[in-house]
């Protein structure tokens, strides 16, 4: 499976982004998906997750009830709507893909279980 992360750029605080993740390759197996990001000099970390279905979603605290994932199986592709963006969201955002039938839900957030990630997209947000 390849991975294609776009979307990104420079946008002010109180902003808003969408980021895609376009997947293709073995685009017919059972994939969840999830979005990482790293700001300089820290950890990659887990912003969100979504099963194949779409039906599951998973959020990290810090983007909880700003961030939105969502997909569209007949589009291969997976988004990331963001909003009320802060300065502390600046990072480069990654794509990746883990399947369904490998590690259970409360590990997507561990980014070690995913297979497949994409090149990353980076996000800017000025104060």
């Known amino acids: 499976v390849q991975l294609q992360a776009s979307g990104g750029g420079l946008v002010q605080a109180g902003g808003s982004l969408r980021l895609s993740c376009a997947a293709s390759?073995?685009?017919?197996?059972?994939?969840?998906m999830g979005w990482f990001r790293q700001a300089p000099g820290k950890e990659r970390e887990f912003v969100a997750a979504i099963s194949w279905s779409g039906g599951s979603t998973y959020y990290a605290d810090s983007v909880k009830g700003r961030f939105t994932i969502s997909r569209d199986n007949a589009k291969n592709t997976v988004y990331l709507q963001m909003n009320s963006l802060k300065p502390e969201d600046t990072a480069v955002y990654y794509c990746a893909a883990v399947s369904e039938w490998g590690p259970p839900p409360q590990n997507w957030y561990r980014s070690y279980e995913y297979d497949y990630w994409g090149q990353g997209t980076l996000v800017t947000v000025s104060s």
């Open positions: 390759g073995r685009t017919g197996s059972s994939y969840a």
